[in-house]
Antibody
Framework: QVQLQESGPGLVKPSETLSLTCTVSGGSVSSGSYYWSWIRQPPGKGLEWIGYIYYSGSTSYNPSLKSRVTISVDTSKNRFSLKMSSVTAADTAVYYC????????WGQGTLVTVSS | EIVLTQSPGTLSLSPGERATLSCRASQSVSSTYLAWYQQKPGQAPRLLIYGASSRATGIPDRFSGSGSGTDFTLTISRLEPEDFALYYCQQYGSSPYTFGQGTKLEIK
């Protein structure tokens, strides 16, 4: 059973960079069969796809966030990461990592609050 | 960007009834790359349906999906108490992947 676990700071100051890591167990990010995705959900609101990465390093991002987002993969540690720069209060959300474009396995999510 | 519009926003039904949830796309979804997810409070979404009509592993057969092109439906044949939750559709046929705004299924 594939499991994903998000980790990173729960509080980020405005204008700074949000950094999260998703550690995968029970499966390999090097598998050529899957993308590895980030999704977020502001409190009380719907889901927003942020982007995904393939094990080769190829990425796709939501155009609305593309200028501020970088997703990377570390196959040696079986994990992938999200960096989002110049955050504002509007970036406060639960951030999820998940496997695939069909999001069949999800992490539990981590709340990131942007506040001074 | 493909915009997904779900209806109704809220659906009030009783256990044992049939639920029909709709997801309409602003343009055709490639190769029926349409999924449905269930989300309960404080939990991550759970994949129910992919490819418009294929049930994910472990999903009861009371859940079914149908549709193609721009119109898709999630049907729950006989509601169980644990089915009352939020439901989202998602298209993964073209980037950016997008979600509908959700349908809340509540107990009447």
């Amino acid at each position: 059973q594939v499991q994903l676990q998000e980790s990173g700071p729960g509080l980020v100051k405005p204008s700074e960079t949000l950094s999260l890591t998703c550690t995968v167990s029970g499966g390999s990010v090097s598998s050529g069969s899957y993308y590895w995705s980030w999704i977020r959900q502001p409190p009380g609101k719907g889901l927003e796809w942020i982007g995904y990465i393939y094990y080769s390093g190829s990425t796709s991002y939501n155009p609305s966030l593309k200028s501020r987002v970088t997703i990377s993969v570390d196959t040696s540690k079986n994990r992938f990461s999200l960096k989002m720069s110049s955050v504002t209060a509007a970036d406060t959300a639960v951030y999820y990592c998940a496997r695939g474009g069909i999001l069949d396995f999800w992490g539990q999510g981590t709340l990131v609050t942007v506040s001074s | 960007e493909i915009v997904l519009t779900q209806s109704p926003g809220t659906l009030s039904l009783s256990p044992g009834e049939r639920a029909t949830l709709s997801c309409r796309a602003s343009q055709s979804v490639s190769s029926t790359y349409l999924a449905w997810y269930q989300q309960k409070p404080g939990q991550a979404p759970r994949l129910l349906i992919y490819g418009a009509s294929s049930r994910a592993t472990g999903i009861p057969d009371r859940f079914s999906g149908s549709g193609s092109g721009t119109d898709f439906t999630l049907t729950i044949s006989r509601l169980e108490p644990e089915d009352f939750a939020l439901y989202y559709c998602q298209q993964y046929g073209s980037s950016p992947y997008t979600f509908g705004q959700g349908t809340k299924l509540e107990i009447k």
